[in-house]
Nanobody, 118 residues
Framework: QVQLQESGPGLVKPSQTLSLTCTVS??????????WHWIRQPPGKGLEWMGR???????VYSASLKSRTSISRDTSKNQFTLQLSSVTPEDTAVYYC??????????WGQGTQVTVSS
């Protein structure tokens, strides 16, 4: 069974870069056809898809976040990382990593709370 676990700082100051890591166990980032995604949920709002890196390392980002978002991976550690630059309090959210095949969400991490505050 594939498991995903988010990790990173729970508090980030405005204008800094938020960096989160998703560690994958029970499966490989390079397995054909899977996509590895970052999604967030601000308080009182719905889920917002941020971007993904696929099995071949190709990335796609949300148009609204593209200028501030970068997703990368370390296949030796079976981890993929989210970086969100120039954060503001509006980036406060629970951040999730997830695995998807075609249009089916397969596995989610438990989520990690990130608060942007000085």
């Amino acid at each position: 069974q594939v498991q995903l676990q988010e990790s990173g700082p729970g508090l980030v100051k405005p204008s800094q870069t938020l960096s989160l890591t998703c560690t994958v166990s029970g499966g490989s980032l390079t397995t054909n056809s899977y996509g590895w995604h970052w999604i967030r949920q601000p308080p009182g709002k719905g889920l917002e898809w941020m971007g993904r890196i696929n099995y071949s390392g190709k990335t796609v980002y949300s148009a609204s976040l593209k200028s501030r978002t970068s997703i990368s991976r370390d296949t030796s550690k079976n981890q993929f990382t989210l970086q969100l630059s120039s954060v503001t309090p509006e980036d406060t959210a629970v951040y999730y990593c997830a695995r998807r095949f075609d249009f089916t969400w397969l596995d989610w991490g438990q989520g990690t709370q990130v608060t942007v505050s000085s």
